[in-house]
């Protein structure tokens, strides 16, 4: 069973690698985002502080990103982002293409949406008010209202941005300078770690401790019970189901109750396998042998933050370049997508539950809190870091994020092992999966 398994299990896992590269990227869409925001916080800025801390035109810059990606595009660009290009465009030296494009709207969009195009092209002075029946039905990011505000004639102190300048900024904070921040303490972090080490200061590890599994158990319990029964059987038989439940409760709710529900009946399986495998050993309590420890509580969170900071520039160095030398290969996690696009907060709070809660329990118990400490007492800590990172690199099902989670995955290997408890990694993960949570609510708007 275990053979037939891993065979099923590697089968699947080389399939959903490759296909991974088919799914659509928000790379390009996040690209375009943080330039909005850009843009729009370079409004609320001095014009000497917005041109050294942001570049000196940050709309043109998002004017020549926006033609790219919708040159780039094989399929037509939508509605909305036609109208923000030309928007950005009716001011500058490309006034008679953003003429033609508005003219082609007219033409493209529904009744509802029409009125704003037609007012733009006749040049209409409108008041604030009257500018808000016209962008509603765009249902438009912040940017597109600004824009529309200054070009409907509306005063500058009443348009979208100046109303809402804490909330631009709390966003650029938590999408530009938190990042840049962690970078910065994160290089700072390692540099002195490395001195440690050289001076003899950092101690010897502890012995790696972990449940009394075998490599045949431990291949039933993530093979058999989270790929083939996990991923395979059981989603198909609760699907209709599951689709019953969400019929009967409000969109915002059943729209996270199907991300969430889903990754539940995942864990399902290895967690009730798991439990029978380590219950006739008397190793199912908190002191057992997944060797959680959560106390002290302190010492776990500084042990977390600690490798958040560690591993973050790198996991950054290792996106950066290969998006230098790969470019856009696609294949990005569908839940950042799903972050990105949805606003009811039933929907994001079962996201930010799933990601910031239930991954970080499972995966953590799966692959550092079984499959490390196994395979270390067999091939070495080291090596087992390793090899339970690239598994669970693998799992995920994403090529083009394949290098990334490896490296997060080793951060949460060392941590661990160097720590000896379950607990610090599972805080680890939590974190890293908040900031990217926080950073896309951010871009989202």
């Not at 080389?14 to 850009?38: A, K």
């Not at 014009?47 to 595009?73: F, I, K, N, V």
């Not at 953590?364 to 400490?373: H, K, M, S, Y």
């Not at 196994?374 to 090596?383: D, E, H, K, N, S």
Request: glycine share 8%; net charge neutral; aromatic share 6%.
């Amino acid at each position: 069973m275990a053979v037939i398994s891993l065979g099923v299990s590697l089968l699947l896992w080389l399939n959903g690698l490759t296909e991974s590269l088919g799914r659509p990227s928000v790379q390009n869409d996040l690209t375009l985002r943080q330039l909005e925001l850009t843009a729009s916080v370079a409004e609320l800025l001095p014009a000497d502080l917005s041109a050294e801390l942001l570049g000196p035109d940050p709309r043109q810059s998002l004017s020549d990103a926006l033609s790219t990606a919708m040159a780039q595009d094989p399929t037509p660009a939508p509605a909305l982002r036609r109208l923000e290009l030309a928007l950005l465009l009716r001011g500058g030296a490309h006034a008679d293409q953003a003429e033609r494009a508005l003219r082609e709207l007219v033409e493209m969009v529904d009744g509802p949406r029409r009125p704003l195009v037609e007012a733009l092209l006749a040049g209409d002075r409108r008041s604030p008010l009257n500018q808000q029946a016209l962008v509603t039905p765009w249902r438009a990011p912040l940017l597109v209202r600004q824009l529309s505000c200054e070009q409907l004639g509306g005063p500058e102190r009443e348009c979208p941005i100046q109303q809402a300048r804490l909330i631009v900024l709390s966003q650029w904070l938590a999408a530009t300078v938190l990042p840049l921040v962690l970078l910065g303490l994160g290089v700072l972090l390692i540099l002195i770690k490395l001195w440690w080490q050289l001076a003899g200061r950092i101690g010897r590890a502890p012995a790696l401790l972990g449940p009394p599994l075998d490599l045949v158990e431990v291949t039933l319990l993530i093979a058999g019970g989270f790929v083939v029964v996990g991923e395979v059987l059981l989603p198909p038989l609760l699907a209709y189901p599951m689709q019953l439940l969400t019929t009967t409760l409000p969109p915002g709710l059943a729209q996270g109750l199907q991300v969430l529900l889903p990754y539940l009946v995942v864990m399902a399986a290895p967690l009730l396998i798991l439990r029978s495998q380590l219950r006739p050993q008397g190793s199912t309590g908190t002191d057992g042998g997944l060797q959680w420890r959560w106390r002290p509580l302190g010492q776990a969170l500084l042990q977390a933050l600690s490798g958040v900071l560690t591993i973050f520039p790198i996991v950054a160095l290792a996106g950066w370049l290969i998006e230098r030398f790969w470019g856009n290969p696609g294949g990005s996690n569908p839940l950042l997508d799903l972050v990105l696009t949805r606003s009811q907060p039933l929907t994001l709070i079962c996201f930010a539950l799933t990601a910031v809660v239930i991954a970080p329990l499972f995966e953590e118990t799966l692959f550092r809190g079984v499959l490390l400490p196994v395979l270390g007492q067999r091939i070495g800590p080291v090596a087992g870091v390793v090899v339970s990172a690239l598994v669970f690199a693998i799992a995920h099902l994403s090529l083009s994020e394949l290098a990334p989670l490896f490296l997060l995955g080793v951060g949460l290997g060392w941590i661990r092992w160097r720590s000896g408890r379950l607990a610090p990694s599972v805080l680890m993960h939590a974190l890293w999966n908040g900031i990217t949570f926080i950073d896309l609510l951010a871009l989202a708007g």
